[in-house]
Nanobody, 126 residues
Framework: VQLQASGGGLVQAGGSLRLSCTASVRPFSEYAMGWFRQAPGKEREFVATISRSGGSKSYADSVKGRFTISRDNAKKTVDLQMNSLKSEDAAVYYC????????????????????WGQGTLVTVSS
């Protein structure tokens, strides 16, 4: 299983970025997807997760209303649209995946995911 995250970069506070993750799993529709982030000196934290079909989503309270997770099962991608970025959003963002037979789970713990991408850096300037 390989996950390739992209889209990170430098953005001003209040700006937007869109992260994308491509997965080399199949069928992609049998995998729940998640985004996590890790800032320097901090533990990895949950950001968002999306169910196999894309019909169920969950967000960390800190990003709710600003971030949107979506997936395209035909393209095997999961995106994270990040709006109204704050300095505290700066981190390395990781996508993760877990094969599941459950159609609408909420996997919000890093321990739930066996497969991880390499991370993409998001820097927010104030």
């Amino acid at each position: 299983v390989q996950l390739q995250a992209s889209g990170g970069g430098l953005v001003q506070a209040g700006g937007s970025l869109r992260l994308s993750c491509t997965a080399s799993v199949r069928p992609f529709s049998e995998y729940a997807m998640g985004w996590f982030r890790q800032a320097p000196g901090k533990e990895r934290e949950f950001v968002a997760t999306i169910s196999r079909s894309g019909g169920s989503k969950s967000y960390a309270d800190s990003v709710k209303g600003r971030f949107t997770i979506s997936r395209d099962n035909a393209k095997k991608t999961v995106d994270l649209q990040m709006n109204s970025l704050k300095s505290e959003d700066a981190a390395v963002y990781y996508c993760a995946t877990k094969r599941t037979i459950v159609t609408a789970p909420f996997y919000t713990s890093a321990n739930d995911y066996p497969y991880w991408g390499q991370g993409t850096l998001v820097t927010v300037s104030s």
